[in-house]
């Protein structure tokens, strides 16, 4: 968006200038596309991003006992053993109602972080509540089958119905002593919920917990918690960002420029002989004034492409300045004009190279703020 931005800006400076210029160049790409499912940019925006895998205390989740743990594994296993499986109760129908049937692709590490084509290969994932509850849900996609083990002793060891499955995340419901249902969210961004089902719209919840990814050696019998993060590369502070204080010391030179100019040339104007006298200088005090406009303009830019906040409004000072700008050429146009049909007497002592050299500085100025801005987008906005 903000290259699209500074894209148009150049468009509209070429365009404005002159009819009979064209602006004719190639420019860089100034967009890098990336192709991905709509189903990962919703579970995680990190699919492209260099990750880290974190390894998790097993003290902050396991809550179980060894034995119990065991049996987790074992019931993980590619072909888990009936009676091992036949400890989990209530719910026998456990197929999915509609027709998601790669409903574990939506929890699997390798298709939420990093994009890949995943086998459909049996694996834990553990849930802890914010009230300290531990949950290990094993699924099992080749049976289309989820388990739930926690240490809630109202939840125990169950079979779970696979609700729904989407890339929002993936609903399981079990049956409590009673015969009311519990819903389990497993939700993106390793976000997970527990409870009633709060509310008319499926995923309206408030979550809870938060999920772990696990990493198995069936041969110790172990489970080790993981979880994958941004790698946090560092970042070299941009050109504005590292003279930001002589950008500012620059915005405060030309407001005093922009006051000494007024009021010299308020003073000099009173004096004809002075006017003719200083000329030379009216005109360095006023093209010096305009210089510093366009660095100003462009340095508003930079700030609004970098990590500083306050991003529209750099963006609306630089509009600002360029319209400042513009109504310099705009006056500086009509000048021109005006000049068209005086003779050389008209222009009197000052002459009328030195009359017309601010004016025309002025009019073609905007190749100059155009000059600024190509450098930027091309050179000093990489840096």
């Known amino acids: 968006m903000k290259r699209l931005f500074q894209l148009i800006l150049i468009i509209l400076l070429t365009t404005t200038s002159t009819a009979s210029y064209a602006f004719i160049g190639k420019f860089k790409a100034l967009f890098k596309l990336g192709v991905g499912t709509e189903g ?23 809550k179980l006992s060894s034995q119990k743990e065991v049996e987790i594994i ?44 995943v086998k459909p290969e049996n694996f834990i994932y553990a849930c802890e509540t914010n009230t300290g509850e531990v949950y290990y849900f094993s699924l099992l996609p080749k049976r289309n089958l989820a388990l739930v083990s926690s240490s809630a002793d109202m939840i125990g060891s169950q079979r779970l119905k696979i609700r729904s499955s989407s890339p929002e995340g993936t609903v399981l419901i079990n049956l409590d002593s009673n015969g009311t249902k519990d819903y389990f969210f497993l939700l993106p961004n390793y976000q997970f919920y527990v409870g009633n089902h709060p509310t008319s719209s499926e995923f309206e919840v408030l979550p809870n917990g938060q999920c772990y990814n696990t990493e198995i050696n069936f041969n110790k019998n172990e489970i080790k918690f993981t979880q994958y993060q941004i790698t946090q590369e560092k970042r070299e502070p941009k050109f504005i960002e590292k003279n930001l204080n002589n950008f500012i010391y620059l915005i405060l030179i030309w407001i005093g420029w922009s006051i ?15 006017k003719i006298k200083f000329f030379n200088l009216i005109i360095f005090i006023s093209a010096f004034q305009l210089l510093l406009a366009n660095i100003i303009a462009v340095g508003f830019l ?14 609306g000072l630089a509009i600002l300045m360029m319209y400042i700008i513009f109504q310099i050429r705009d006056k500086s146009s009509k000048s021109l004009k005006e000049c068209k049909s005086w003779t050389k007497n008209d222009f009197g002592k000052i002459g009328e190279f030195r009359y017309k050299l601010y004016h025309r500085v002025g009019y073609h100025n905007i190749w100059v703020l155009t000059g600024f801005i190509i450098i930027y987008i091309f050179f000093l906005n990489t840096i």
Do not use: C
Request: net charge neutral.
């Open 302 to 315: 930079m700030l609004s492409s970098s990590n500083i906040q306050y991003e529209y409004l750099w963006i």
């Open 40 to 62: 990962i940019k919703v579970i995680d925006n990190v699919a492209t991003e260099a990750l880290s895998l974190r390894k998790i205390d097993k003290k902050l989740i396991n």
């Open 74 to 117: 074992q019931a993980v296993k590619e072909t888990p053993d009936e009676a091992i499986l036949s400890n989990y109760k209530n719910i026998d129908d456990v197929s999915l109602k509609n027709d998601t049937d790669d409903w574990w692709r939506y929890l699997h590490p390798g298709y939420r972080h990093l994009a890949k084509d």
């Open 260 to 274: 000494f100019g007024y009021l010299f040339d308020k003073n000099i104007k009173k004096d004809e002989k002075k």
